[in-house]
């Protein structure tokens, strides 16, 4: 597998940042990046529960540990 530079789509720490602190961005992005790494189910939970709390989770991993929330390490 490549090496990523950031979470989202590849861009840079700093803009996922951004992307995730705003809750609208981070909703499709934290669905679009599921779907794409082939994580159907965590982007059906995403989809269905991603205002609330899974948000919230993504938020803090992407501050401490500069990813978003994954069921499976990648």
Do not use: Q
């Not at 996922?16 to 602190?21: C, F, K, T």
């Amino acid at each position: 597998m490549a090496s990523r530079k950031g979470d989202y789509f590849g861009l840079s720490y700093v803009v996922s940042v951004i992307l995730a602190i705003i809750p609208v961005t981070s909703w499709w992005c934290g669905v679009i990046t599921r779907f794409a790494e082939g994580k159907i189910i965590a982007g059906i939970l995403r989809i269905l529960l991603g205002w609330g709390i899974i948000w919230l989770l993504d938020l803090i991993l992407m501050i401490a540990r500069k990813h978003i929330l994954r069921i499976i390490p990648c």
